[in-house]
């Protein structure tokens, strides 16, 4: 300056002074070129350059470099140097940068014709060899120290691979480079961006709880968002006032230095001091610089750690699902899209299929013989359930299929097939998943098989037809042959059925056995019998075949007709045997098992019951029509003599009245006459029943007018009904048809009908006979009031001999019969409507115009 003030132009102090930004800017492009410059922004690059170009000024100024300088820019070379240090600046790099300011600043000086060389270019240089050695002084000190603090670290990043493990070893090293601090502490944020301290030194006194915590983490949240170190005295204007409470450990000095990778936060460090006010810029330099370099190690410890947690995760998710599809109660693979390679399966699909998956590349290998359950037809390969899912993404929800397993045997599965996809959608793997049905299948199918054999059993009472029916029923439901024995005790002689169903087969078998017989089988069978056990034979090597198996013919017999396996079951019914029941499988390539002979063992039962009930009802069938024709010719020979009894009493009876003779005579005639009509008509009765029973009943059928009919009937009972106090009576439509029948048996019927009405109708009842049109039919009823017939006896009414209880009523039980087999005779119905205490009402009906017997 002069003496006026003014700058001296002729003063390099001065000249820096005013031409500082052209100095900076100029400075700037030349040291760019470093490598470490290039990592830095333009502010961080020119940040502490000002400062030291006024440090240049004032110690080349008036007062020469021996002067003061002043307390800001005091040490300025120094710092920033260690500002590089912390940058990643070698020393090299550091003198390289006084060396590049050195030369623009003499450029800029001489170009603008600076004043005298020689004296200002001495200082120059003696300020620019200051603040040099001052910077390599500070960063030798510094590096020293940071490399102490660095190999600190290195060895607590290296000593555990635990995050929190190497934060405590990283704030006791931070502790020793920086004698300042007292006491350090971590945060790291977490889930929410919550801040969770991680590690801590220096709190003798316990950890930090209640409202120190908190405000430690308002502090914490501050420097985050300025995204810079600070100081708390620095951060209390945007701080709540609690977050004082961070120095109730006696803290004085607090510095907080946020922890950033790659642009984001992760976390924040704070040191206390208990004594300093503040960090030297010595301290908060190393402390910035220490935390820089430990954040990459936190952020490598973080992943790490993650990968850690998530390799345990997967650990523990494989072992669970192995553990799950291990304990499936299903069989379970999961299939790959490209190929159909099988990535996992699990013990029930190697149970299950009875065979292993190893190895398998693609579905076929898994496959085995698949058969659909409906049509019997094999699955092509692209038909499987799984195939379908990786190739086309369809979802199989319970698909039965036939299956062939490794050992021959067969089995259903219930199959449930989906799709894994990736993230865009497409197919990437599929998992079928298949339950065991067989057991169920077969005991459903055990169980419709065994209700329609019975149902078919059922149908016939021949003996003959039974065992025909028996053979129809197992081929090819049970087996591919069926032979049935009969034994002589049943039929005059041992008789065989042989089913299968080829006719040209059974010849086979039966040329087989002309050309070269094998006794041997009929011993087989006699065994069977003997035991009355059922046996299964699975092969060639059960006992019972012993004395044949060595037989050529027989083992021809068995590779002609392609036996894989029998059973043989004896037929037992109420301690009789009736046969033998031979099951074998042959071109199904079905092998019978425990379950099967189960289901044979019962079907032989009933089949047995069957046939006793078939022989029961033949031989029944023979008893009644033994009686009939014994009642029949019993009846016969009973009429003449009762004629004879019949004439008599009527002579006796004249004779009687013509001598007017004693009134006891006569009522002792008229009681046998009494009794020989009464047997009269139940001989007549047998043998209308036995000529219907035989259709030996002739009906003359001529047309006539149902009301007459009805008005006879009743004219007949007349008399009995007055003595009984009955009222008796005849209803009619006006428009009744002719019919065609025979008259005789018609007014039979009503007859019977009403004689029956008389019996149970007391005094003052009422009973009406009606004839009314039907559609087609005259439908002819006698109701009566008398007591009613319970509702257990109404289904028996019509049943020959059969009489119920109500009233004391006896009979011969022929009536109904009789009148129901007349009605049908004449192509009619008869009913029977009653109720107990109301009366009773049968009606028949008879077809309109029916001329043709």
Wanted: with cysteine; proline share 4%.
């Amino acid at each position: 300056m002069d003496q006026l003030g003014r700058p001296n132009e002729g003063r390099l102090s001065d000249f820096i002074r005013r031409h500082r930004d052209a100095i900076l800017e100029a400075w700037k492009q030349r040291v760019q070129t470093l490598s470490p410059a290039r990592q830095l922004s333009d502010p961080m690059l020119t940040d502490h350059i000002p400062n030291v170009l006024a440090y240049i000024a004032e110690v080349t100024g008036e007062a020469g470099a021996g002067a003061e300088v002043d307390r800001k820019l005091r040490g300025m070379p120094g710092y920033h140097a260690l500002n590089r240090l912390a940058h990643g600046y070698d020393l090299a790099d550091v003198v390289k940068e006084y060396a590049a300011l050195r030369a623009v600043v003499l450029e800029r000086w001489e170009r603008d014709g600076g004043g005298d060389g020689g004296h200002e270019l001495i200082r120059l240089n003696g300020a620019l060899d200051d603040a040099i050695a001052d910077a390599v002084t500070r960063y030798q000190e510094a590096r020293v120290r940071l490399l102490q603090a660095l190999d600190l670290i290195s060895t607590a990043a290296l000593g555990s691979t635990d995050l929190d493990a190497f934060l405590t070893a990283l704030i006791r090293a931070t502790r020793e480079a920086a004698a300042a601090v007292d006491v350090a502490m971590v945060l790291l944020l977490g889930d929410g961006d919550a801040l969770e301290v991680h590690a801590t030194a220096g709190l003798d006194d316990g950890p930090l709880l209640g409202p120190p915590l908190e405000a430690t983490r308002e502090f914490a949240r501050a420097v985050l968002a300025l995204r810079g170190p600070t100081s708390l005295d620095a951060a209390l204007g945007i701080l709540p006032a609690t977050a004082r409470e961070i120095r109730s450990r006696g803290l004085r000095a607090v510095y907080g230095v946020p922890l950033i990778h790659d642009g984001h936060p992760i976390g924040v460090a704070i040191l206390g001091s208990r004594n300093a006010e503040e960090f030297s810029e010595e301290d908060t330099l190393m402390l910035r610089t220490m935390t820089s370099r430990a954040t990459g190690i936190i952020v490598q410890a973080q992943l790490v750690a993650r990968e850690r947690a998530s390799r345990h995760q997967a650990d523990d998710a494989r072992a669970l699902l192995s553990t799950v599809v291990e304990q499936m109660p299903a069989g379970l693979m999961i299939g790959e899209r490209e190929t159909g390679r099988v990535l996992l399966t699990n013990r029930q699909a190697t149970e299950i299929f009875r065979q292993s998956f190893e190895g398998i590349q693609g579905i076929e290998g898994y496959t085995g013989r698949g058969f659909h359950v409906q049509s019997g037809k094999a699955y092509e390969t692209w038909e499987w359930p799984l195939s379908r899912t990786v190739t086309t993404g369809e979802v199989v929800n319970n698909e039965e299929i036939d299956v062939l397993r490794g050992d021959g045997t067969w089995g259903r599965i219930l199959v449930r097939s989906t799709p894994v996809r990736d993230p865009d959608g497409r197919v990437s793997a599929g998992v079928v998943t298949f339950f065991d049905i067989t057991e169920r299948t077969r005991a459903e199918q055990a169980q419709r098989f065994l209700a329609a054999a019975s149902a078919s059993l059922s149908d016939s009472l021949d003996f003959q037809g039974t065992l025909d029916r028996l053979g129809r029923i197992t081929v090819p439901e049970l087996g591919d042959w069926c032979v049935i024995q009969t034994l002589p005790e049943v039929e005059a002689a041992r008789r065989v059925t042989v089913t299968h169903a080829s006719p040209e087969t059974i010849k086979k078998a039966r040329a087989l056995l002309r050309d070269e017989p094998l006794p041997g089988l009929s011993a087989l069978v006699e065994d069977v019998l003997c035991s009355e056990r059922p046996e299964l034979i699975r092969d060639l090597s059960h006992p019972l075949l012993a004395p044949l198996a060595e037989n050529a013919a027989f083992r021809r017999l068995v590779r002609e007709l392609g036996i894989t396996s029998a059973m043989l079951v004896p037929m037992i019914a109420r301690g009789r045997t009736f046969g033998c029941i031979a099951l074998a499988t042959a071109e199904s390539g079905r092998v019978y098992d425990e379950a099967d002979l189960a289901v044979a063992h019962d079907l032989a039962q009933r089949a047995a019951l069957a046939a006793d009930n078939a022989r029961l009802y033949e031989a029944a069938q023979r008893a009644i029509e033994l009686r009939d024709n014994v009642l029949a010719t019993v009846s016969h020979d009973l009429r003449n003599p009762l004629s004879a009894i019949i004439t008599a009493a009527a002579v006796m009876t004249k004779r009687a009245a013509a001598r007017s003779g004693d009134k006891g005579d006569t009522k002792a005639i008229q009681a046998i006459q009494r009794s020989a009509h009464r047997m009269d008509r139940l001989i007549h009765d047998l043998l209308d029943f036995a000529s219907l029973r035989a259709g030996r009943l002739d009906l003359r059928r001529q047309p006539q007018d149902p009301r007459e009919i009805g008005r006879e009937a009743v004219e007949t009972f007349e008399s009995q009904a007055h003595e009984k106090g009955v009222r008796l009576g005849a209803a009619a439509d006006d428009d009744l048809p002719i019919i065609v029948c025979d008259r005789d048996r018609v007014l039979q019927v009503l007859s019977n009908l009403l004689s029956n009405a008389l019996k149970v109708t007391g005094a003052q009842g009422s009973i009406t006979v009606r004839c009314e049109r039907r559609e087609e039919h005259v439908v002819f009823s006698v109701s009566d009031t008398g007591p009613g017939i319970p509702e257990d006896e109404l289904p028996y009414l019509f049943e020959r001999f059969w009489r119920g209880q109500r009233n004391g009523y006896k009979g011969t039980g022929l009536g109904l019969a009789i009148a129901r087999e007349l009605v049908a005779a004449h192509g009619g119905t008869i009913s029977v409507d009653s109720r107990v205490g109301v009366g009773t009402t049968f009606r028949f009906t008879i077809p309109v115009g029916n001329a043709d017997g």
